[in-house]
């Protein structure tokens, strides 16, 4: 199945009328069920155009797993390529895509192997170094003079390396400074087989961390605004520099939550964005923006061992990040249930209590959020349709289509 998010209706969503129609429309589905709301994904893909103010906006890929999303995203005008996250995933999108970048370093020899092989998939992939020995591992699969030129784009840390409070951002590229970065382009350029093509940086210290999610929120707006300025005259020094060795096509940077700051850059010519189409429930606690929950699953349940507890089937779906209570689903319908602290979203059930747990019987279903967009299509191999309260078809997860990278 196809699907036009050109035409149209689009809303915020997430009001109880909302809710009640996704249940309304999944009512004669069994099981766990995951929904997508048509409304929801259509006002988050026009929103993430807006806030990028014109910048072409690359999809990651790993904040979607849908083919069918990235192909309606991709489709609208101001989107443009894919940001892939395993080289296996990006060789199986390059057969209808061809424009796509790694987000990460791959050492994969077997999806090397049918890289080099395939000249129409090495002209479409860009593979991403943070150091040369990287590429000593495809010239072990095959030396430069037998197998076709390879693209190359560096990543280059982004992240704040405070006086006092030392370093502040995810542990990623091993190069962080002007200098760091032209002696690598440097190295990449010298070496037979390989063409550098492109630049990234991803500040997931400003992007990745929301700023109005509670205590602590006025330290994290000063550390964030400290780090954009800092990174974007970091960032103007790196790409000057290495523009002196290599003609780059693109120069990547900013996430979902930092559209705005990282578009304001001179030096950026795209931004990726791609948690900000189906909004996981960690993208509450930002400012800026106010995405629409637009993916949602519903579980359901199976017994009341009190009259304010209700136990669904499953729910331990938690995503990947420190082991924190943002990290559990949300349940987020019927409003005002909470999980229990000394048991929270277990693998096969979940109690929730509240006293909308009172009026609820079995066969009856709570719908939760994920907190990562991404994430939850690895537990379902559809996701349902839901368009004006109705369901209006399916659309397959990587899952679905027998397909999983990580």
Not at 120 to 136: G, K, S
Not at 260 to 266: F, G, S
Not at 338 to 362: D, H, I, K, N
Request: proline share 6%; no cysteine; net charge neutral.
């Amino acid at each position: 199945m196809t699907i036009d998010l050109l035409s149209g209706p689009s809303s915020p969503a997430g009001g109880p009328a909302h809710w009640r129609a996704v249940d309304a429309a999944m009512v004669e589905v069994s099981g766990p069920v995951a929904v997508l709301s048509m409304e929801a994904l259509r006002y988050n893909a026009a929103d993430l155009l807006v806030r990028a103010g014109g910048v072409p906006v690359r999809v990651a890929s790993k904040s979607v797993r849908v083919r069918g999303v990235l192909d309606a995203v991709l489709a609208l005008p101001g989107y443009r390529g894919i940001l892939a996250y395993t080289l296996p995933e990006a060789l199986w999108l390059a057969r209808d895509h061809d424009d796509i970048v790694m987000g990460y370093p791959s050492v994969h020899r077997d999806a090397l192997a049918a890289l080099v092989a395939d000249a129409n998939a090495a002209a479409r992939i860009t593979l991403m170094v943070d150091d040369l020995a990287q590429l000593d591992v495809v010239d072990a699969v095959a030396a430069p003079g037998s197998r076709p030129e390879l693209r190359i784009a560096i990543d280059v840390d982004a992240s704040w390396r405070a006086g006092v409070l030392g370093h502040i951002g995810v542990r990623r590229s091993p190069v962080h400074d002007p200098g760091e970065a032209a002696a690598l382009a440097r190295g990449v350029a010298a070496r037979a087989g390989f063409r550098l093509v492109g630049l990234m940086m991803y500040e997931a210290q400003v992007a990745g961390r929301g700023d109005a999610a509670g205590a602590g929120d006025a330290v994290i707006r000063w550390m964030q605004q400290r780090s954009a300025v800092e990174l974007a005259e970091r960032r103007a020094a790196v790409v000057d520099g290495v523009r002196e060795i290599a003609d780059l096509e693109f120069v990547n940077g900013g996430g979902t939550g930092s559209l705005e700051r990282t578009t304001a850059e001179r030096a950026v010519t795209e931004v990726t964005a791609g948690s900000g189409l189906l909004a996981g429930h960690l993208f509450d606690g930002y400012r800026a923006f106010t995405p629409a929950p637009a993916a949602a699953f519903g579980l359901e349940v199976v017994r009341k061992p009190l009259p304010d507890v209700v136990t669904v089937l499953g729910g331990g779906w938690i995503a990947s990040g420190p082991p924190a209570a943002s990290r559990q689903p949300a349940p987020v319908w019927p409003a005002g249930l909470r999980m229990l602290p000394r048991e929270g979203a277990g693998e096969v059930q979940t109690p929730l209590r509240g006293r909308a747990a009172r009026p609820l019987r079995p066969g009856e279903r709570v719908w939760f959020r994920h907190a990562k967009s991404g994430e939850l299509a690895e537990h379902v191999d559809r996701y349902h349709l839901v368009e004006d309260g109705s369901a209006v078809g399916e659309l397959p997860t990587y899952r679905g289509e027998g397909r999983s990278f990580l």
